[in-house]
Nanobody, 126 residues
Framework: DVQLQASGGGQVQAGGSLRLSCVAS????????IGWFRQAPGKEREPLSCISSYDNSTSYSESAKGRFTISTDNAKNTVSLQMNSLKPEDTAVYYC???????????????????WGQGTQVTVSS
């Protein structure tokens, strides 16, 4: 069992940056794939990026590609999402999630994640 806590959200002007963090407790991320998702009110949950603990393989959605970067800090048991060039349409609650898929490099399997953090609000003003 792993518990996740997302943090780092806030209010930022368009063009600004935020760095979100997802900290795991109860387990390390070893054997897991980890992903970042977001959900705006009235909209479907949108996958943004993911990373595999197996080989650090990453994947990005079209919305995230070129602006967002996912990374890990294994010593701190943390996965981060650096978000640059933020736009008002990025406004949403951002969630981290994890699924136990050892030896899997294709991290998009995280869409099956059973473990979710509480989420952190990101608001981008124009």
């Amino acid at each position: 069992d792993v518990q996740l806590q997302a943090s780092g959200g806030g209010q930022v002007q368009a063009g600004g940056s935020l760095r979100l963090s997802c900290v795991a407790s109860g387990s390390t991320f070893d054997g897991y794939v980890i992903g970042w998702f977001r959900q705006a009110p009235g909209k479907e949950r949108e996958p943004l990026s993911c990373i595999s603990s197996y080989d650090n393989s990453t994947s990005y959605s079209e919305s995230a590609k070129g602006r967002f970067t996912i990374s890990t800090d294994n010593a701190k048991n943390t996965v981060s999402l650096q978000m640059n060039s933020l736009k008002p349409e990025d406004t949403a609650v951002y969630y981290c999630a994890a699924a136990f898929f050892p030896r899997v490099s294709v991290c998009t399997v995280v869409v099956e994640a059973p473990y979710w953090g509480q989420g952190t609000q990101v608001t981008v003003s124009s």
